[in-house]
T-cell receptor, first 115, second 117 residues
């Protein structure tokens, strides 16, 4: 079936550097994407979202890019800090118009921040 | 705001017993709640969608008679794992959608870790 997946299971970066986490999706009908951060033993924490009518969205130290042509999503974290160490998931919501659908999660990328 | 809690945070039970997990939206009303399951080092998998006052909708492959869901109020949904077996050991996470909100943002609970011996 269609799924949301990630390219790299583990990403190690130096503290202060920028991180880029990638995600590929296969469902062209997807219209809403979300990035979550999950620390060990905790539930997912919302980071940033983007709708399919946008290419880029910025938050505090984070930027999400959406390339619908190649069905690719990325999360950029600027000036990574030790507290950014976690597993990051992209997720897809196939609903449109405010519908309440469950999310399809990607496999996750473990971001490791080295001092 | 938009805090979701789960109880218990962890539970250990014997094989064959039933376990009830609660999901509460603490400071908002949630017309829809979702239940996910996460095995170690894996992603979250949607189990079911829980709507207040109606029967839950289960994803393909999830046994509705084994995972009983009740959404009796706008702030509480419960998941009961009936006749639990070791393969049901997992991290169960709920999420809730803010009633009257944009309709898509899901707020996640902290999860419940279940270990079946």
């Amino acid at each position: 079936g269609e799924s949301v997946g990630l390219h790299l299971p583990t990403l190690s970066v130096q503290e202060g550097d920028n991180s880029i986490i990638n995600c590929a999706y296969s469902n062209s009908a997807s219209d809403y994407f979300i990035w979550y951060k999950q620390e060990s033993g905790k539930g997912p924490q919302f980071i940033i979202d983007i709708r399919s009518n946008m290419d880029k969205r910025q938050g505090q130290r984070v930027t999400v890019l959406l390339n619908k042509t190649v069905k690719h999503l990325s999360l950029q974290i600027a000036a990574t800090q030790p507290g950014d160490s976690a597993v990051y998931f992209c997720a897809e919501n196939k609903s449109s118009g405010g519908g309440a659908d469950g999310l399809t999660f990607g496999k996750g990328t473990h971001l490791i921040i080295q001092p | 705001g938009a805090v979701v809690s789960q109880h218990p945070s962890w539970v250990i039970c014997k094989s064959g017993t039933s376990v009830k997990i609660e999901c509460r939206s603490l400071d908002f009303q949630a017309t829809t709640m979702f239940w996910y399951r996460q095995f170690p080092k894996q992603s979250l998998m949607l189990m079911a969608t829980s709507n207040e006052g109606s029967k839950a909708t289960y994803e393909q492959g999830v046994e509705k008679d084994k995972f009983l869901i009740n959404h009796a109020s706008l702030t509480l949904s419960t998941l009961t794992v009936t006749s639990a077996h070791p393969e049901d050991s997992s991290f169960y996470i709920c999420s809730a959608i803010l009633a009257g909100g944009p309709g898509e943002t899901q707020y996640f609970g902290p999860g419940t870790r279940l270990l079946v011996l």
